[in-house]
């Protein structure tokens, strides 16, 4: 099982990301898709989740109306777009893939506002 996220980075405040996490090695379109993401000294936080593909989505109330999470089964990859991005969206950002017995984690990938 493999979760790859990629398309952090540095970004002034009020910009934009599209975060990617290709996901490999188990059936996909089966799991809830989520990102995560934890900033220095805080635990690790809910940012949007998936159910399926196009439908079922939930979002962390500080990132509503900014961020959109989608899917693509083909491709197996779930996004984050990420716009109007605030000082205190810096943080790790985590692809997650969960079914009931079953929960993956990707390696992370840093995300910086700063001006």
């Known amino acids: 099982v493999q979760l790859v996220e990629s398309g952090g980075g540095l970004v002034q405040p009020g910009g934009s990301l599209r975060l990617s996490c290709a996901a490999s090695?188990?059936?996909?379109?089966?799991?809830?898709m989520s990102w995560y993401r934890q900033a220095p000294g805080k635990e690790r936080e809910l940012v949007a989740r998936?159910?399926?593909?196009?439908?079922?989505?939930n979002y962390a109330d500080s990132v509503k109306g900014r961020f959109t999470i989608s899917r693509d089964n083909v491709k197996t990859t779930v996004y984050l777009q990420m716009n109007s991005l605030k000082l205190e969206d810096t943080a790790v950002y985590y692809c997650?893939?969960?079914?009931?017995?079953?929960?993956?984690w990707g390696q992370g990938t840093q995300v910086t506002v700063s001006s």
């Open positions: 090695g188990f059936t996909f379109s089966s799991y809830v």
């Open positions: 997650n893939a969960w079914r009931i017995g079953r929960n993956y």
């Open positions: 998936i159910i399926s593909e196009g439908g079922g989505t």
